[in-house]
């Protein structure tokens, strides 16, 4: 149980275009979803927080019109790289916590992005 | 606000060896604790967690850990490490629901055949 899934696994674009990657919670109902930013041999930081029916929060210094989130169901969330530059490349994870045992957050399998 | 510290950056251990691996938080209010594992290019899994009911806490693939309060340690033991818990682990913590998860820096683990 609590699988999240993410789609695509990794993607390559030129720069100016924009990406979407998607996440799921395939066996549980997800309130919440985070969206997180991994770069090389770092830990992972925390870009926005997404409630099911209502706006993102986004962390400090995270440009809420680059990463557009977007949370209209239960079981999916969005993330959108607006007009991406290779500086945009990274690793990102999502995570969704269900409405119970809700403390704990479950972490889909993570998007490379790859920006040219 | 919640912090965690994880010692070590890159532990080694022997195949068969005791895997030690460190964590300290800080938290102005009773937290909840994780240890997660990442392999190579993919997500977390969750190892364990603690949510304030025994402080021994016993996860999957033969992980545990013990909260310890007076110490604000919640270290990661295996008994016997095994080639495949090759990895990075993070410990998180978080206040609790509705808040997010506060990582650590990660710590690599090798395991020498």
């Known amino acids: 149980g609590a699988v999240v899934s993410q789609h695509p696994s990794w993607v390559i674009c030129k720069s100016g275009t924009s990406v979407k990657i998607e996440c799921r919670s395939l066996d549980f109902q997800a309130t919440t979803m985070f969206w997180y930013r991994q770069f090389p041999k770092q830990s992972l930081m925390l870009m926005a927080t997404s409630n099911e029916g209502s706006k993102a929060t986004y962390e400090q210094g995270v440009e809420k019109d680059k990463f557009l989130i977007n949370h209209a169901s239960l079981t999916l969330s969005t993330l959108t790289v607006t007009s991406a530059h290779p500086e945009d490349s990274s690793f990102y994870i999502c995570?969704?916590?269900?409405?119970?045992?809700?403390?704990?957050?479950?972490f889909g399998p993570g998007t490379r992005l790859l920006v040219l | 606000a919640q912090s965690v510290t994880q010692l070590g950056s890159h532990v080694s251990v022997s195949e068969g060896a005791l895997v030690l691996l460190r964590c300290n938080y800080s938290?102005?209010?009773?937290?909840?604790l994780f240890w997660y594992v990442q392999y190579p290019n993919q997500g977390l899994q969750l190892l364990l967690k603690?949510?304030?009911?025994?402080?021994l806490v016993k996860g999957i693939n033969g992980f545990e850990a013990e909260f310890k309060k007076s110490e604000t340690s919640f270290h990661l033991t295996k008994p016997s490490a095994h080639m495949s818990d090759a990895a990075e682990y993070f410990c998180?913590?978080?206040?609790?629901?509705?808040?997010?998860?506060?990582f650590g820096a990660g710590t690599i683990l090798r395991v020498k055949s």
């Open positions: 938290s102005s209010v009773p937290p909840y």
């Open positions: 603690y949510t304030s009911a025994a402080t």
């Open positions: 995570s969704a916590r269900g409405t119970g045992g809700f403390e704990t957050q479950y």
């Open positions: 998180a913590v978080n206040k609790g629901y509705g808040n997010k998860l506060v």
